[in-house]
């Protein structure tokens, strides 16, 4: 493979991209090449060791964060290499950094034994750190590794989808890609026990309204289906025993949000959107709601 890509390239200077910002994003999507090939190799080997959030690690999650900061650290204008799967942010010591990355090398790992979808999720903010609001943001995109391996990108221009051919290349899919007002698919997080009345209220009205049920439990291949099934919410709420749900503001939220509005949608907490959410901590969690406006402002209803 010599990874010449040169439709994402070509798209990424059509756009007008900072060369800086073009060289950072291919060299991610060219390790994602490597990762997608490592899951190939059924990797189900557990790692023996617990990331930040206390879960399980993979051998797969581990070797996934060290080719993404290998490639990320062989940059030299970039600030913070962070990771879901480190406690601390790898700070780079470059003498200019102008941006600053945020990876979830693997997520929804647990689901590659039974051979579901996963995917990486890059935030690429600008300056010397990534503790920052989503507002911050140069670029976001991810990688989703499923019957195809596709890479889902904005840079605050319109959201677009790569696909990986067969000899190797991202080559562009579809641009342009917007959602409508209003899905037919919810897909909600969190067990059912824990859900505060307000959300068991709300996803009670949209099964009285028809909504389909669509949730495999890995966040990047189930708000992708919203994306590309035009319409619809995601949700992992607030939950009685953990009032800032499960999902991680920097790693999973923030980029996912921003591609969700590029593309005419919404994500919020219920109260701010993610993207205003101010940062205090690497690991910060939040609840989310994202999707189509309709369905995001419905729950805001709920919760006043
Ligand atoms: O954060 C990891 C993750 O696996 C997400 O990909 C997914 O949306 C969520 O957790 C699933 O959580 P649960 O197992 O509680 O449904």
Known sequence: MDHKDVQLRKYLYDEGIDPDLRRLIHAISVASKYISGKINEANRKLAGTRNASNEEQLELDKLSDLILSDTVGELDYIGEYASEERDETLVLNNPHPKYSVTIDPL???SLVDVNLSIGTIVGIHYGKTVLKHGRNLAAAFYILYGPLTTLVYTSGQGVCEFVLNPEGEFVLAQKNITIKEKGKIYSPGGLKKSWTDEHKEFIERLENEDYKLRYSGGLVP?????????????S?????DAPEGKLRLLFEL????FILEQAGGMATNGRIDILDIPVNSLHQRSPI???????????????K
């Open 236 to 240: 992992y709420p607030a939950l009685k």
């Open 107 to 109: 997520d929804g790992s």
């Open 254 to 257: 923030q980029p996912l949000a």
């Open 222 to 234: 189930d708000v992708n289906q919203i994306l590309m099934k035009k319409g619809g919410i995601f």
């Open 289 to 303: 709601y994202i999707g189509s406006k309709y369905e995001v402002n419905l729950f805001k209803e709920y919760l």
